[in-house]
C-alpha cells in the first residue's frame, strides 16, 4: 500500500533507515527521536549515520516532504502505523534493557488514535509484543511483532530487497496492514512469541556459526590444515552454506553481543541451557587473549615494550561503527600487557577520538605513519583497501615486523617478499 500515514520512533540505524525507506516508497513518514541534536542535524539534511544511499534518500524525503524529523510524540497523533525502532541494550545480568521500548509506548498510549497500530521493529524478548499489546489494548491500538534483519554497512539495500519480512501476530487486519508498507519479499507470519524468539535465534546462530569456524581455525593452524580450505569446502554444501565462515578477531557488534546474552537470560527464565549459545560466547571471549598471545609469542621484544599497530578498528568493513568492536577488545588486552598502540582505520575520522584517547590508542590517519617502528601489525578489520597497501613500504617503515592477519585478507607471499613475518588465521604456519 503506498501513501499511508507512518511513523517510527528512534533515529538510528534501523529507525532511520526505515524511515527514509518508507518515505521512498510514498508512505509520509514522520521520525520521532528524544535526541535532539540528531532530529536537528536530520531535518538539515546531515546523514547521521554512515550506510550507502542513506544521504540522497535523506535529502530527497526532505525535498519532497513526504519524511519528517521531530522530537514531539503528538506529530504521530494521525498515524495508521508507527514502527518502534529504539535501542534494547543488555543489562548487567544479560537480559534486553527495555526501558526505552516502554517509554515509547507510553507515549504512544497518550497520542495515537484508536485503530492505529504499533509495530515492534526492537528486538524485544519473547513476551514483550503480547505485554505491549495489553496495555495499548484499552486505547485500541493494535500491536503486531515486526523484527528487523537489516545489516549494517547494508541497511539500505537491505531494507529495500529484504530476504524475509516477518511478522507476528494473532490479527490478520493489522499484520496485512504492516506487510503491505514493506517492499515486496519473503513474508513470513507466525505468533509473536515465534517472531521474537525467531529474531534472536537468527542472531544467535550466526554468532554460533563463526565460534565454530573460529574454533576450527585453532584447529587447522596447530595440524597445518587451512581453515580458509575447510570452510571452503563446508560452505558448498548448500546445507550448512557458505556464510558466516569466515574465521576473525571474533564478532561485535551492536547486536550479536548484545542478543546472544539475552537469549541465553531468556533461556534461564524458562529453565533452558542453550549450551550451543554459552560456548559460542565462551569462544568469542577467548579470541582477543589468543590474538595477543600470538603477538606476544612471536615478536622478539618483550610485549611491555612493543609497539603494536592496529589496522582497522570498526567491527566490520563498510561501517564506521565501532560498538562493541572486537577490534578495540584485541587494542585492550594488548594495552593491558604494556605494548603501546596505534591505529589506523579507512574511517578513523568517524570514530569518537575522546573514546580511542580513553582506550590508549594513538589514531593516526595514514597507514605507513601508523606503522612506523611497529613490532606487531595486526589487521582486524576486513577493509579490502589494506591489500592494496604498499607492504614494501611498510615494511620500510616496521622492519621485521609480524603481521597478524585476524582476518585472513592478505596475500602471504607479497608480505614475505618483503621481509615481513605473516601470521594467518587458521592456516598452516599461521595461529
Ligand atoms: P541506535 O542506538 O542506533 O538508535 C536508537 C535511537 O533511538 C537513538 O537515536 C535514540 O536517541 C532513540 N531513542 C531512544 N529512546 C527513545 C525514545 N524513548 N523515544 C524516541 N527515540 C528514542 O539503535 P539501532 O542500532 O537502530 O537498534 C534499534 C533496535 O533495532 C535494537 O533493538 C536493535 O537490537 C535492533 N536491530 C538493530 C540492527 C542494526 O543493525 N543496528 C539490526 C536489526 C535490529
Ligand atoms: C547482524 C545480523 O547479520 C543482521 O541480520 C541483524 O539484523 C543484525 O545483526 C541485528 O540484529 O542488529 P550486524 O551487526 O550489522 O548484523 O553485523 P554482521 O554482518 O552480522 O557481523 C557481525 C560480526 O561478525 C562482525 O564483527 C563481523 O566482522 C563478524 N563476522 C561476520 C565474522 O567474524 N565472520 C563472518 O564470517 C561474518
Redesign the pocket.
Known sequence: MSGSRVGVIGAGYVGLTSAVCLAERGHDTVCVDVDEARVRRLSDGVATIDEPDLPELLERGLRTETLHFTTRYDALADRDVVFICVSTPSMPDGSADLRAVDAAVGELATVLRAGAVVALKS?VPVGTTRRVADRLRGNGIHVVSSP?????SHAIGDFRHPDRILIGSDDDRPADLVASLYPPGRLLRMSPESAEVAKYAS?AF?AVK?SYTNSLARLCARAGADVTDVTRCMGADIRIGAH???A?PG??????PK?TAALLHTGREYGVVLPEVESARATNAAQAVCIADTVDRTIGTPISEARVTALGLT??AGTSDVRDS?ALTVCAELATRGAALSAYDPRLAGIDGEMLRAAAIVGVDDPYLAAKGADAIVVLTEWPQFRELDWARIADQAPGAVVVDTRNLLDAATLADVGLTYLGNGTRGGF
Do not use: A, V, Y
Request: a negative charge.
Open positions: 528486538t528487523e534483519f537489516l545489516r549494517e542472531n550466526l563463526i558466516f565462515l569466515q576473525g564478532w561485535g557488534g551492536s547486536c550479536l542478543d567491527f566490520k572486537p
